[in-house]
């Protein structure tokens, strides 16, 4: 849906005295961390919040889980699957690869990143991470 969105800003776009050409920004879910098991580990308080979501249960950003399956069905899975599909999760250089791709893939002037990590140090070490590799990122 994110590149249907972005073809039909572009294919419609109309300059303006404000913004000549199209300027699209994307944003995404970024969970970093030292190792990809880690990552995946503290990605799953953002999975157990959209399943809470989906289950008409919202409320606070639950702390990560050593075994998700063991909170979902199949179908819940497939719907968080889809709902945080485009999230990139991992250490250092799965994050600068994942960055790097939806860059290239979007061709977006901006990424904006979101990161619902449930322990305070643990979300600025992920912040801390996509910062070192921003300056990586090149658009193509």
């Given at each position: 849906m994110?590149?249907?969105?972005?073809?039909?800003?572009r294919?419609?776009?109309k300059?303006?005295?404000?913004c000549?050409q199209?300027?699209a920004?994307v944003?995404?879910?970024?969970?970093?961390?030292?190792s990809?098991?880690?990552?995946?580990?503290?990605?799953?308080?953002?999975q157990?919040?959209?399943?809470?979501?989906?289950?008409?249960?919202?409320?606070?950003?639950?702390?990560?889980?050593?075994?998700?399956?063991?909170l979902?069905?199949?179908?819940?899975?497939?719907?968080?699957?889809?709902a945080?599909?485009?999230?990139?999760?991992?250490s250092?250089?799965t994050?600068?690869?994942?960055?790097?791709?939806?860059?290239r893939e979007?061709?977006?002037?901006?990424?904006?990143?979101?990161?619902?990590?449930?322990?305070?140090q643990?979300?600025?070490?992920?912040?801390e991470?996509?910062?070192?590799?921003?300056?990586?990122?090149v658009?193509?």
């Amino acid at each position: 849906m994110l590149f249907q969105a972005l073809n039909v800003y572009r294919e419609n776009f109309k300059p303006s005295e404000q913004c000549q050409q199209p300027h699209a920004m994307v944003c995404v879910n970024v969970v970093a961390a030292d190792s990809d098991q880690n990552a995946r580990f503290l990605f799953t308080s953002m999975q157990q919040q959209f399943i809470n979501l989906r289950r008409g249960s919202p409320g606070p950003l639950p702390p990560p889980v050593d075994n998700i399956h063991a909170l979902w069905t199949a179908g819940e899975q497939y719907g968080v699957d889809q709902a945080l599909g485009m999230s990139i999760v991992g250490s250092e250089s799965t994050i600068r690869h994942g960055l790097q791709s939806l860059l290239r893939e979007t061709d977006a002037d901006e990424i904006m990143v979101n990161g619902q990590i449930f322990d305070h140090q643990a979300r600025l070490r992920s912040f801390e991470i996509v910062a070192g590799v921003k300056g990586d990122l090149v658009k193509e």
